[in-house]
C-alpha cells in the first residue's frame, strides 16, 4: 500500500503562486511515478503533471505547461507542484497519485491523496 498525504493548498489571488507537496509513504511508495490532478465541481478529474520515478523526466497538460512545475525530492519521498500566474479557473482540489506514468496521462493511477483545495480569487 502506499499512502499520499497533500498539503500547501489555500486561497490565493489570481496572478499569485502557491506550492503544494505530497508527502509518500509506504514501502513500495518510491518506485512509482507520481503525478498531479485536478478536479472542479461539475467537471472531470484532470490531468496536469507527472514525473516518472526512474530519471525524472517530465510532462504537462496543455492547460498548465509553462505555469506550472512538478518537481521532487527523493530523500524525503516528496513531490511538488509549483503553480505560478494562478488563474480563477484553476480553483480546484488538487490530487496527487501514485502510478504509471503512461497510464496517468488517460487519468489512471494506483494510488490517490484525499485532496488539497486550491481557490483563486479574481
Known amino acids: 500500500q502506499v499512502q499520499l498525504e497533500e498539503s500547501g493548498g489555500g486561497l490565493v489571488q489570481a496572478g499569485g503562486s502557491l506550492r503544494l507537496s505530497c508527502a509518500a509513504s509506504?514501502?513500495?511508495?518510491?518506485?512509482?511515478?507520481k503525478g498531479w490532478f485536478r478536479q472542479a465541481p461539475g467537471r472531470d478529474r484532470e490531468f496536469l503533471a507527472a514525473?516518472?520515478?526512474?530519471?525524472?523526466?517530465?510532462r504537462y497538460a496543455d492547460s498548465v505547461k509553462g505555469r506550472f512545475t512538478i518537481s521532487r525530492d527523493n530523500a524525503k519521498n516528496t513531490v511538488f507542484l509549483q503553480m505560478n500566474n494562478l488563474k480563477p479557473e484553476d480553483t480546484a482540489v488538487y490530487y496527487c497519485?501514485?502510478?504509471?506514468?503512461?497510464?496517468?496521462?488517460?487519468?489512471?493511477?494506483?494510488?490517490w491523496g484525499q485532496g488539497t483545495q486550491v481557490t483563486v480569487s479574481s
Open positions: 497519485a501514485a502510478g504509471n506514468y503512461d497510464r496517468m496521462w488517460w487519468r489512471e493511477a494506483n494510488y
Open positions: 509506504g514501502r513500495t511508495s518510491s518506485t512509482y511515478s
Open positions: 514525473i516518472r520515478w526512474s530519471g525524472g523526466s517530465t
